[in-house]
């Protein structure tokens, strides 16, 4: 049975019976308690799908935990200029409630997972098959929860027991430290991999769960965010081997971004997040994790935030212009475009007459004269990725919690590009590196790279890799935050720099002018040019911790960002120089 089809009403609280004054006492034996809840396989299994449906929230993918880090990323701007404003300029106040909605849901994961993890026990040579599948999935899942509150918040509170809950102090937890924090992510994911069953093993059961493939891809994540590029090098060449499972590169670039079961859970996908398609849904859209609705739409918001106002979207974020000039830098060895351009931004190219679905936005058909913008005041280009427009399959954009895209969270091309990375910091370029990076870029149909254009340059390699290959792989995707944090790039002048450029876009609703190259040296003079990065405050890489947490908690303190205090001596080795490619 697919996980995501199902229901949502699933444990929300535990109840408890009163007694009533009588001589005889009779309890409910349907009546789930405190005492009785948990001590079989049926109700973890209930606390399973719970936590699955806690990271499928408001705060953590269905809208504002994925594109949080996505408009901190330089392939991203706020084209509303409104929502997402703080976050987008890197300098969100502590009071910003918005700030807090991913702390929050993902606390509501966590609890979830460490009740369940908890009534396991620690002995794993005792669990069964199906009760190391549980506490197997819970820890991975507490793993990715404290993987997006280090990232984004750089000081959670870590709270792994659930009897901590048993007293009113374990409730007013402090702030761990960021080494603390991130070894707590690696021996969750660590732990998961020995227990979860393989996507093979695991068959139809794995579609949509967490499997050892997804923990080992989190894992090699989590140890590059401290530069421990041996260790993940080790893990993910396992996942190239077959270690945990088979893995590809899908044919078809766009094959990652549709909805139904012809595309989603394929054999690129090492985790998604699970959607309902549209139609097959609910009516209820549940913005925050306390609701529990058997009528809820099980879809994301994503789309809405991408989707252009003329489309019926909500027109917050839109690509960069740096993005689309650099898609259009490099043709396919055919002399064509680049194709993930296709499914990344909707602009308007001939080319694009004869492809796939074609120059069309939803249904309204795209000319030269007349491309379409993602903002009726301040243009923008818009993102097509985890949108429907490019599918064909409907007139406007799904708004509110109802699109059924499932949102790939790590996919076999980021195993290769990541190995590729790690290859390069550890031995420098080798043709082991090239040939992972060509695996992906022969998808596109682009030339191979050779070894000898790096001459043993592991500094262009990286740029290579940072600023070419990975942002036309997975650009406007979830996780370029998380790199600009662990490359240092805030940190560097140069880096900075190079980032502000990128992040330089114009706002207008001049739809002929929105492809446009833009030059940050003209951010000032041309008062329609600006650059998010050039309002970044030190310790802002960072969201701070809303001060209305802080008051509820005498025991946690701010982070930097609370502090706009700097993290330059936090780095853990230098940041690569910028290379002229």
Not at 271 to 282: A, C, K, M
Not at 350 to 376: I, K, L, R, S
Not at 394 to 403: A, P
Request: negative net charge; contains cysteine.
């Amino acid at each position: 049975m697919k996980l995501h089809k199902i229901s949502l009403a699933v444990l929300v609280g535990l109840g408890t019976l009163a007694s009533c004054d009588s001589k005889l006492d009779v309890s409910n034996p349907n009546q789930q308690t405190t005492a009785t809840f948990g001590n079989d396989v049926e109700s973890l299994e209930e606390n399973v799908i719970a936590a699955y449906n806690h990271i499928r929230m408001e705060g953590t993918y269905a809208r504002v935990g994925y594109t949080l880090d996505v408009c901190r990323g330089d392939e991203v701007w706020n084209s509303s200029q409104v929502w997402y404003m703080p976050f987008d300029d890197l300098n969100a106040p502590f009071t910003d409630e918005i700030g807090q909605w991913s702390w929050r849901d993902w606390y509501y994961t966590i609890n979830v997972c460490n009740y369940t993890i908890t009534r396991c026990g620690e002995d794993n040579s005792v669990l069964s098959e199906t009760m190391k599948r549980i506490k197997g999935q819970m820890l991975f899942l507490r793993g990715l929860a404290y993987y997006n509150l280090t990232g984004y918040y750089q000081n959670p509170i870590l709270i792994t027991d659930y009897n901590t809950y048993s007293t009113l102090d374990g409730l007013y937890g402090t702030n761990s430290t960021y080494d603390e924090a991130w070894d707590q992510v690696e021996k969750d994911f660590a732990e998961a991999m020995t227990l979860l069953p393989s996507r093979d093993a695991g068959g139809q059961w794995a579609l949509g769960r967490a499997t050892n493939g997804a923990a080992a891809g989190y894992y090699a994540r989590a140890l590059m965010m401290r530069h421990k590029y041996s260790e993940a090098l080790a893990v993910l060449k396992d996942i190239i081997g077959g270690k945990y499972g088979h893995y590809e590169l899908m044919k078809n670039y766009g094959d990652n971004f549709r909805e139904g079961s012809a595309y989603e859970n394929n054999a690129e996908s090492l985790f998604e997040i699970q959607y309902l398609d549209y139609g097959s849904q609910g009516t209820d859209d549940e913005w925050t994790p306390v609701n529990t609705s058997p009528n809820a739409t099980q879809g994301h918001a994503v789309e809405s935030n991408f989707g252009p106002g003329d489309m019926g979207g909500w027109a917050d974020l839109s690509a960069s212009p740096w993005l689309y000039q650099l898609f259009k830098s490099e043709k396919t060895t055919s002399g064509s475009l680049d194709p993930r351009l296709y499914w990344t931004i909707g602009t308007y190219e001939p080319e694009w007459d004869g492809f796939e679905y074609g120059n069309v936005c939803y249904t309204v058909p795209m000319t030269a004269d007349a491309p379409v913008v993602t903002n009726n005041n301040n243009g923008g280009l818009p993102i097509a990725k985890n949108t429907n427009l490019r599918t064909g399959l409907y007139d406007k954009v799904v708004t509110g919690l109802h699109c059924g895209i499932n949102l790939r969270m790590m996919r076999y091309s980021d195993v290769l590009l990541r190995a590729a990375e790690c290859e390069n910091e550890v031995n420098g370029p080798t043709q082991q590196a090239i040939d992972w990076i060509n695996q992906v870029r022969n998808r596109a149909g682009l030339a191979d790279l050779k070894l000898a254009d790096f001459s043993g340059n592991a500094d262009k390699l990286f740029e290579q890799i940072a600023n070419v290959e990975r942002p036309k792989e997975f650009g406007c995707e979830f996780g370029r935050g998380f790199d600009l944090v662990r490359w240092g790039f805030f940190y560097s002048a140069d880096r900075l720099q190079q980032i502000k450029e990128h992040g330089t876009f114009r706002r207008t609703n001049d739809k002929t002018r929105v492809k446009e190259a833009v030059s940050y040296s003209e951010v000032g003079v041309d008062p329609e040019l600006k650059s998010s990065y050039d309002s970044w405050i030190q310790g802002h890489e960072f969201f701070p911790i809303y001060q209305g947490t802080l008051n509820d908690n005498p025991n946690l303190q701010g982070n930097s960002a609370n502090k706009s205090e700097s993290n330059a001596d936090k780095l853990y080795g230098p940041v690569h120089p910028v290379v002229k490619l």
